[in-house]
């Protein structure tokens, strides 16, 4: 499935990439959930250093489902808020994303999970309040800037699943080395 450019593509698109990100966790075998991440040095992207287990993906996943989740409902209320809360923005949000790292370095795999569970049925429920034509028409909102309210939910939902899919298919195959 391509990137979803519907409400009902969308929707689909969340649902089945959770199930696919919660069917590969139950997958994992308990060397693969209590090894700790190490990835070839040539991966260039942050994010390759920075998560070092299981509980730093869901979190971050969580944290982003936090951030979606906030941005809506302020500029719901005609609070001015960009989606990315100050001072960072498009080319500093890696910055952002160590901080909500460190945050929950004390977060138990067990809550990190709950936790998710949580925000993707919150995230799901908000996307369901909106029409097609407000999820993915542009300028429908001014607060979503060029960009259609969809594609916020799209990469804080399937788009990212796919993500931390791919890193812990990455985890996997190191932990058969």
Not at 26 to 45: G, L, V, Y
Not at 75 to 94: A, I, M, S
Not at 140 to 146: A, H, I, K, L
């Amino acid at each position: 499935m391509g990137r979803p450019t519907s409400k009902n593509d969308l929707i689909n698109a969340a649902t089945e990439e959770y199930q696919k990100l919660n069917d590969f966790i139950a997958s994992m075998s308990e060397i693969e959930c209590n090894t700790p991440f190490q990835f070839d040095e040539t991966k260039k992207e942050a994010h390759w250093k920075r998560d070092k287990n299981l509980r730093d993906i869901l979190v971050h996943l969580y944290e982003w489902h936090q951030l979606l989740l906030q941005w809506v409902a302020s500029n719901q209320k005609g609070e001015d808020r960009p989606f990315l809360p100050e001072p960072y923005n498009w080319r500093t949000y890696g910055a952002m994303n160590i901080l909500l790292w460190e945050k929950h370095q004390k977060t138990s795999l067990e809550k990190a999970q709950k936790q998710l569970e949580q925000s993707h049925q919150e995230v799901m429920q908000l996307a369901e309040t909106f029409s097609n034509e407000e999820l993915f028409t542009k300028g429908v909102f001014p607060w979503t800037g060029n960009n259609a309210l969809g594609s916020y939910f799209v990469s804080t939902l399937s788009s990212h699943y796919q993500w931390a899919i791919k890193k812990l298919k990455a985890h996997r195959k190191n932990c058969k080395k």
